[in-house]
């Protein structure tokens, strides 16, 4: 059974930062292009970030292109999502995940390309 589990979110003032972790189980996680998407209140869930089974190749929503970095440690089963510049629309639930098939990744945040979600973890930046 595939487990997420993402950490890191927190209260931050615009501008600062915050690093989100995931960490994955019960699935070869080196095999599996990952995903950071993100739903803030009272909206629906947004793609943000890709990255590749390898790391090699990466995508980013144009609403955090050029302030979030993803990155993977395969050693560790770990996805991660340093987040610079923040601001207060980037408030939401901030959600790890797999793409479905495996050696798969592509420029989409169709939901039904990815499986294995987490819980979240919480962002929030004052203003």
């Known amino acids: 059974q595939v487990q997420v589990v993402e950490s890191g979110g927190g209260l931050v003032q615009a501008g600062g930062s915050l690093r989100l972790s995931c960490t994955v189980t019960?699935?070869?996680?080196?095999?599996?292009?990952m995903a950071w998407f993100r739903q803030a209140p009272g909206k629906e869930r947004e793609g943000i970030s890709s990255?590749?089974?390898?790391?090699?190749?990466?995508y980013y929503a144009d609403s955090v292109k050029g302030r979030f970095t993803i990155s993977r440690d395969n050693a560790k089963n770990a996805l991660y999502l340093q987040m610079d510049s923040l601001k207060p629309e980037d408030t939401a639930m901030y959600y790890c995940?797999?793409?479905?098939?495996?050696?798969?990744?592509?420029?989409?945040?169709?939901?039904?390309?990815?499986?294995?979600w987490g819980q979240g973890t919480q962002v929030t930046v004052s203003s």
């Open positions: 990255i590749s089974w390898g790391g090699i190749k990466t």
């Open positions: 995940t797999a793409f479905r098939m495996p050696y798969y990744i592509a420029p989409s945040w169709r939901e039904d390309l990815f499986g294995s």
């Open positions: 019960g699935l070869m996680f080196d095999k599996y292009a």
